[in-house]
């Protein structure tokens, strides 16, 4: 099987489950996917199967959006309700300030990336470090926080915040920030996401409706073309001699726009991700089996 596989991903599975489970399911080596999801986390995880894998690294820098669950005066090991509490604090924090709360981390900010997380620093993952109760200094890194809103409150009157962010970003660390700047602390208490890129959790699949799906020999009929990756690109279709040149890695002269492109066979399958530049378009990626 190739493509790409929209699912939703249950709480307390970690995406590598997720992964090993629908490598069994659809019997296919190549199996990767874009954005990992802690166990707590529920919602989108895109699954790039077969020759679809080698699309991965252009889904990395995509875009998230999150609804997630701030818990005013928890605070915790691991900034969600999964860690050891570290304090309690009765507070009560009115919608009104924390709307101004949430003001000073729009756009560009400065976050600390967590101890539990998979971030490398001295060739050791954080996490490894954190389980052996130790600490070490982690550098500020710079994440955009594009969107930020309280859109409600959960049935435990917990906050609800609409998050659209950049790569990188640690929902859990902006609301352990979050909870410092109101002067009682705070932790993430629950994260679903949404959106990935221009895929959106209503084009996802349950792990139920996928299993069910491949008992029926239906799985690959779920499956998106590599393509839904990118899309907005010209796209251009090729005869046998460019197709040739192209399976060779070589070159082709076309009269297209300057820019990124998908070229198909006549057949319609897809080869490349190309780069037209002066009527002469490279291989930026390829997508035929070779």
């Given at each position: 099987?190739n493509?790409i596989?929209l699912?939703?991903?249950p709480?307390d599975?970690?995406?590598f489950?997720?992964a090993a489970?629908?490598?069994?399911?659809?019997?296919?080596r190549r199996i990767g996917?874009?954005?990992?999801l802690?166990p707590l986390?529920t919602g989108?995880?895109?699954?790039?199967?077969?020759r679809a894998t080698?699309?991965?690294?252009f889904?990395?820098d995509?875009?998230?959006?999150?609804?997630?669950?701030?818990r005013p005066?928890?605070?915790?090991d691991?900034?969600d309700?999964?860690?050891?509490?570290l304090a309690?604090?009765?507070?009560s924090v009115t919608?009104?300030?924390?709307?101004?709360?949430l003001?000073?981390?729009r756009g560009?900010?400065?976050?600390?990336p967590?101890?539990?997380?998979a971030?490398?620093v001295n060739g050791?993952?954080?996490?490894?470090?954190?389980?052996?109760?130790e600490?070490v200094e982690?550098?500020?890194?710079?994440v955009t926080?594009?969107?930020l809103?309280?859109?409600?409150?959960g049935?435990n009157g917990?906050?609800?915040?609409?998050?659209?962010c950049?790569k990188?970003t640690?929902?859990?660390?902006l609301?352990?920030d979050?909870?410092?700047m109101?002067?009682?602390g705070g932790?993430?208490?629950?994260l679903?996401?949404t959106e990935?890129?221009?895929?959106?959790?209503?084009?996802a699949?349950t792990?139920?409706?996928?299993?069910?799906a491949a008992?029926?020999?239906e799985?690959e009929s779920?499956?998106?073309?590599?393509d839904?990756?990118f899309p907005?690109?010209?796209k251009?279709?090729v005869?046998?001699?460019?197709e040739?040149?192209?399976r060779?890695?070589?070159d082709?002269?076309?009269?297209?726009p300057?820019g990124?492109?998908?070229?198909?066979?006549?057949s319609?399958?897809?080869l490349?991700?190309?780069?037209?530049a002066?009527?002469r378009?490279?291989t930026v990626r390829?997508?035929f089996?070779v």
């Amino acid at each position: 099987m190739n493509g790409i596989l929209l699912v939703d991903k249950p709480q307390d599975w970690t995406s590598f489950d997720v992964a090993a489970k629908l490598k069994g399911l659809s019997h296919t080596r190549r199996i990767g996917h874009s954005g990992t999801l802690d166990p707590l986390a529920t919602g989108l995880l895109v699954i790039f199967l077969g020759r679809a894998t080698r699309a991965v690294p252009f889904a990395e820098d995509h875009d998230k959006r999150y609804l997630a669950s701030f818990r005013p005066g928890l605070v915790t090991d691991t900034q969600d309700v999964t860690g050891h509490v570290l304090a309690r604090n009765d507070c009560s924090v009115t919608d009104a300030e924390l709307k101004e709360a949430l003001r000073a981390f729009r756009g560009e900010i400065l976050q600390t990336p967590p101890m539990y997380s998979a971030i490398r620093v001295n060739g050791r993952r954080l996490y490894d470090v954190a389980r052996r109760g130790e600490e070490v200094e982690r550098s500020p890194r710079p994440v955009t926080i594009r969107m930020l809103e309280l859109v409600g409150r959960g049935e435990n009157g917990d906050f609800l915040l609409d998050i659209r962010c950049s790569k990188g970003t640690y929902v859990r660390t902006l609301c352990d920030d979050l909870g410092r700047m109101l002067g009682c602390g705070g932790c993430m208490s629950a994260l679903r996401r949404t959106e990935v890129g221009d895929f959106s959790l209503r084009g996802a699949h349950t792990m139920e409706e996928l299993i069910a799906a491949a008992e029926r020999g239906e799985l690959e009929s779920l499956l998106l073309g590599v393509d839904a990756l990118f899309p907005g690109l010209p796209k251009l279709c090729v005869g046998t001699e460019e197709e040739r040149r192209i399976r060779c890695g070589n070159d082709i002269i076309l009269d297209a726009p300057d820019g990124r492109c998908l070229v198909y066979s006549g057949s319609g399958d897809l080869l490349m991700l190309g780069e037209a530049a002066d009527g002469r378009i490279r291989t930026v990626r390829s997508f035929f089996e070779v």
